[in-house]
């Protein structure tokens, strides 16, 4: 069965510092792996997706994800933080091989909290 | 363009009545349609997913239901709401093949129940 973990409830970063919000997934076959942002009351955002081809991945707002398959992790990083990235984040998985019909599950979110 | 649409945005309902949210896209078609439920200070809960109309796949056992009546429509039900059904609840859907694959979701419905 597909999982996905993101072990951290919260990450606290300094505005201008790098931040990596962390996510490791599980699935049987080649994973689609997605970023995205959920502001207060509001809906979520798509950052950014891995489906094939090269491991850094580039996304919205400057956010990048490198997708690491022997340690089966999709890292979220920026190499700046605004305070305006504070916000929840999410990492999502899908198992590739069920081509569009399977389920899309997600972690349990990160909450980002940069500080001026 | 392709849009999802969700009514209504906030709902305040008390427990043991019934429950209806809407969720509409426009744009594509046969899309795959999910619901999910975000619990407060939770993550998300995949609740139904449907594939085509009058189809739909449960993944976890509660006090709801879905149904697919049309192409472009999902729609999530209570016959009596409990106060565990308290959430936010957003509708979804993937659109698109491999590398082009792109998934939207809706505005989200606040649901309180009392």
């Known amino acids: 069965a597909q999982s996905v973990a993101q072990p951290e409830d919260q990450v606290n970063v300094a505005e201008g510092n790098p931040l990596t919000v962390k996510c490791t997934y599980s699935?049987?076959?080649?994973?689609?792996l997605f970023w995205y942002v959920q502001y207060p009351n509001r809906g979520l955002q798509f950052l950014l997706k891995?489906?094939?081809?090269?491991?850094l991945v580039k996304g919205s707002y400057g956010f990048e994800a490198e997708f690491n398959k022997s340690q089966t992790s999709f890292h979220l990083k920026k190499p700046s933080a605004l305070v305006s990235d504070s916000a929840l984040y999410f990492c999502?998985?899908?198992?590739?091989?069920?081509?569009?019909?399977?389920?899309?599950?997600f972690g349990t979110g990160t909450r980002l909290q940069v500080f001026p | 363009s392709q849009t999802i649409h969700q009514w209504p945005a906030t709902l305040v309902q008390p427990v043991g009545s019934p429950l209806s949210l809407e969720c509409t896209v426009e744009?594509?078609?046969?899309?795959?349609l999910y619901w999910y439920r975000q619990a407060a200070g939770r993550g998300l809960q995949l609740l139904f997913y449907?594939?085509?109309?009058?189809?739909i796949s449960s993944e976890v056992p509660q006090n709801l239901s879905a149904s697919r009546p049309q192409d472009r429509q999902f729609i999530l039900s209570s016959k009596k709401l409990l106060l565990s059904d308290s959430g936010f609840y957003l509708c979804?859907?993937?659109?698109?093949?491999?590398?082009?694959?792109?998934?939207?979701f809706g505005p989200g419905t606040r649901l309180l129940v009392l």
């Open positions: 449907s594939v085509g109309i009058g189809q």
């Open positions: 744009g594509t078609s046969n899309p795959n």
């Open positions: 999502a998985v899908r198992d590739g091989g069920a081509y569009n019909t399977d389920k899309l599950i």
């Open positions: 891995y489906i094939t081809g090269d491991n």
């Open positions: 979804a859907w993937i659109t698109g093949q491999g590398f082009l694959e792109t998934q939207y």
């Open positions: 699935v049987s076959g080649n994973p689609y």
